[in-house]
């Protein structure tokens, strides 16, 4: 899927996605759930990667 149309079924601007995408503009966890729903993806496949690499998070199991 282009940027141009995920942008568009999310209803902002290409711009608006690319800020996303370069760390340019902050992404809420209710836009984050959307872009994956899109994706066919959960955010725990975002996420859940980030936490199992991560030796040294300080988390409480």
Not at 8 to 28: C, D, M, P, V
Not at 42 to 61: M, R
Request: with cysteine.
């Amino acid at each position: 899927m282009s940027q141009g149309a995920l942008a568009e079924k999310l209803g902002i601007t290409f711009q608006q996605l690319q800020k996303y995408e370069k760390g340019a503009n902050r992404i809420s966890a209710s836009a984050l759930i959307l872009i994956c729903k899109e994706l066919g993806i959960t955010p725990n496949h975002i996420l859940g990667a980030f936490f199992d690499n991560d030796e040294d998070s300080g988390l409480v199991d």
